[in-house]
């Protein structure tokens, strides 16, 4: 071989060399691969196909793109100086390429789970779709999407399917652990003797040193009372093994006499190692950078979604927020974004000691990094914190994908949801951005119900009410899904953003709501709220929370929806149920029952008080709503109504023509439950 031939080729193997180097995600090995269904066609796009297997990747701590993650630098790097990590995935799309419609669907898997198939194909639930009722209808089959399942998440349980994210721990510089504190907090349901520290089962931190003085267990009996220290000498760092011994333990606390239910405990512990939490963020912008801009993908798209429930809807903006849209290549990653649920919050996705499946309620999980200031896409000024940010103060505007906001009226009431679009003092309404909708499902919890409620949800009697509301907002979903895609793909426009407004006046605080007196149906006197939190003088700098638990200023304020005459939210997204209403659905629900603090709200709940199906019933128990056979002299005629309104939703954009059938049978059913007990 010629002198110039041997240099060419030794050129050619080191630019293939520092291609991989350069590459984020760095490879990727399938483990199994199958079509689904037996080779069932989906429509235009033929038969699906599964693929499972690991990606790696690798990440640069000095590149700009990374800067934000908290204590990449002090994690172990390879020999070209990158940070590994490496997930589980799982993807479904057509198997012929020539019939992939090129828009991949990432779920950002809430908690290691897999919500994509029962929230938008009508399926069951399933970690491992093989069977016909994990695919349901097949939309988004039918659609031609490709639908990825990636983990992101480090401490998830270690259930067998479940997605999670394999990181690095941090170190100091000379190889030392570092430590510091971590903060787990409890309200039991019960009398209990221990508890974990991990938060729904996940794995935590675990306790470094039993004696340290950083180690402290207070208790409180409301969330206003001042927190009581309890005696170091009363509890340990211990659980009971198989034989009932107590066996010391760093993953949970044991209290002599035990914990008392409806109090709040809170320990504080010395832990040390913390993970690079952070990088799923950077892995969730690199894996669909793969698959746009990788000419050699497993499974190649030319544009992408991301969709997040709940947790992973607020992780979404927290993506959005630290400028995680554009990626080492300085290109766009995400084009769409779907956050459902999220409310106004972020969360625990990028600090050192962070524990993700931290959240925040009115009643639970108290004061994590969740709900804090920026709340809108568009900067803002809080004048009690003398602080300007916006939610994409950090994302280039060429970068903003268009991006869904789809909240529950139990987001407003439990996740502070008026806060994405108001002032951060409440007053003035702030418009989203062009690129932007935010839309608020009246009257609806958090997640579907089902329905009818289980008669042990039954709380009171004449008139009825139940915990757990059984609206149908899933209907809704699938719509705007859709109506993501077109936009993504088209540019058709999406319906115009709908929620409450303080300049329409269906925007008020709570004590304004003019909800009917309903005898026996206590209402709320209380909200959650977002918080100007203090978590020492490294969180906003470093990303290091040193000052546990945080310190509490003035709250921002929570705004809900004007409701009607029956008492449903007057504002945003109406769904059939609530257009020709049978019930009063509210989406908050208290903790009736329980041993303390039964005024307080449920997590997540909402509560369904069926109408009087007579006059008679109506005049028996004293409920001020009229009767359903007033409203509707007859089954024929709510059923007329009912289709009438299904036909509303379709021209609005807001319900699928193919699941017509299913809110009008719905509708029917609410009426036999209520009419025809």
């Excluded at 199958?34 to 699906?48: D, I, K, N, R, T």
């Excluded at 089902?450 to 979903?477: K, M």
């Excluded at 509560?607 to 409203?631: H, N, Q």
Aim: charged letters at 25%; glycine letters at 8%; a neutral charge.
């Amino acid at each position: 071989m010629s002198p110039v031939r041997v240099w060419a080729l030794l050129l050619l193997i080191g630019s293939l060399a520092v291609s991989a180097a350069d590459a984020r995600v760095v490879r990727v090995e399938v483990d199994r691969r199958v079509e689904v269904l037996g080779g069932q066609s989906f429509g235009p796009h033929g038969a699906y196909e599964l693929v499972q297997g690991r990606i790696y990747f690798a990440f640069d701590p000095g590149h700009a793109a990374n800067a934000g993650i908290v204590d990449l630098h002090r994690a172990p790097r390879d020999s070209t100086g990158r940070v590994r990590a490496w997930a589980n995935f799982s993807v479904l799309q057509p198997v012929d390429p020539e019939k992939r419609r090129g828009l991949a669907l990432v779920e950002v898997s809430n908690r290691g789970g897999k919500f994509t198939l029962p929230y938008f194909n009508n399926a069951t639930a399933g970690l491992a779709p093989s069977t016909p009722d994990a695919f349901g209808d097949g939309l988004l089959m039918e659609k031609g999407l490709t639908i990825l399942w990636v983990g992101w998440q480090w401490d998830v349980p270690r259930n067998e399917g479940n997605l999670r994210l394999r990181v690095p721990t941090a170190r100091r510089a000379d190889g030392s652990p570092i430590f510091g504190r971590v903060r787990s907090d409890w309200v039991p349901d019960d009398t209990a003797a221990v508890l974990p520290l991990g938060h729904r089962d996940h794995y935590t931190y675990r306790a470094a040193d039993f004696d340290h003085p950083d180690n402290v267990l207070t208790v409180r009996p409301d969330r206003g009372a001042e927190r009581r220290v309890i005696p170091r000498d009363r509890w340990s760092f211990a659980r009971r093994d198989s034989t009932g011994t107590l066996v010391p333990d760093s993953t949970h606390v044991h209290l002599e006499g035990g914990f008392a239910p409806g109090k709040i405990y809170e320990c504080v512990y010395r832990s040390k190692n913390p993970r690079v939490v952070g990088l799923g963020l950077a892995a969730l912008r690199d894996v669909v950078s793969y698959a746009k801009y990788d000419p050699d993908a497993v499974f190649p798209v030319d544009r992408g979604l991301a969709v997040g429930v709940s947790q992973t809807g607020r992780l979404l903006r927290h993506f959005l927020y630290q400028g995680f849209n554009t990626d080492e290549e300085g290109r766009q990653a995400y084009d769409g974004m779907l956050a459902i649920t999220a409310g106004a919050g972020r969360g625990s996705f990028n600090h050192r000691f962070a524990q993700p499946s931290r959240d925040a309620h009115r009643f639970s999980a108290f004061a994590y990094p969740t709900d804090i200031f920026p709340f809108t896409s568009r900067v803002q000024f809080d004048a009690r914190q003398w602080r300007t940010d916006g939610l994409l103060a950090r994302q280039r505007p060429a970068h903003r994908p268009k991006t869904m906001y789809v909240n529950t009226g139990y987001e407003y009431w439990g996740r502070a949801a008026s806060l994405l679009h108001t002032t951060p003092d409440g007053t003035e309404d702030v418009a989203p951005l062009d690129t932007e909708r935010i839309y608020h499902i009246a009257g609806a919890q958090h997640f579907p119900w089902r329905f009818p409620p289980p008669a042990e949800n039954q709380l009171t009697d004449g008139p009825d009410l139940y915990r757990g509301n059984p609206l149908d907002h899933s209907v809704v979903y699938r719509a705007l899904l859709v109506r993501l895609v077109e936009w993504v793909d088209d540019g058709t426009a999406p319906p115009p953003s709908r929620y409450p407004r303080r300049d329409a006046g269906t925007l008020v605080s709570i004590d304004a709501l003019d909800f009917p007196d309903l005898p026996k149906v206590e209402t709320p006197d209380v909200i959650h709220e977002a918080y100007r939190a203090d978590y020492g003088a490294r969180f906003r700098t470093d990303g290091v929370v040193t000052r546990q638990p945080p310190r509490l200023g003035p709250a921002y304020p929570s705004l809900v929806s004007q409701v009607d005459s029956l008492g449903n939210e007057q504002a945003g997204l109406q769904t059939v149920e609530t257009r020709v209403p049978l019930a009063t659905y509210l989406p908050w629900n208290l903790r009736v029952g329980a041993a303390r603090n039964a005024d307080e709200l449920t997590n997540f709940f909402g509560s369904v008080v069926p109408l009087p199906a007579t006059p008679t019933e109506k005049r028996a128990t004293g409920d001020p709503r009229p009767a359903a056979t007033t409203l509707y002299p007859s089954k024929a005629a709510y059923m007329t109504r009912v289709r009438s309104a299904a036909d509303a939703m379709i021209d609005e954009g807001t319900l699928l023509p193919a699941d017509r059938t299913q809110v009008v049978e719905r509708a029917e059913a609410i009426w036999t439950w209520v009419v025809e007990k």
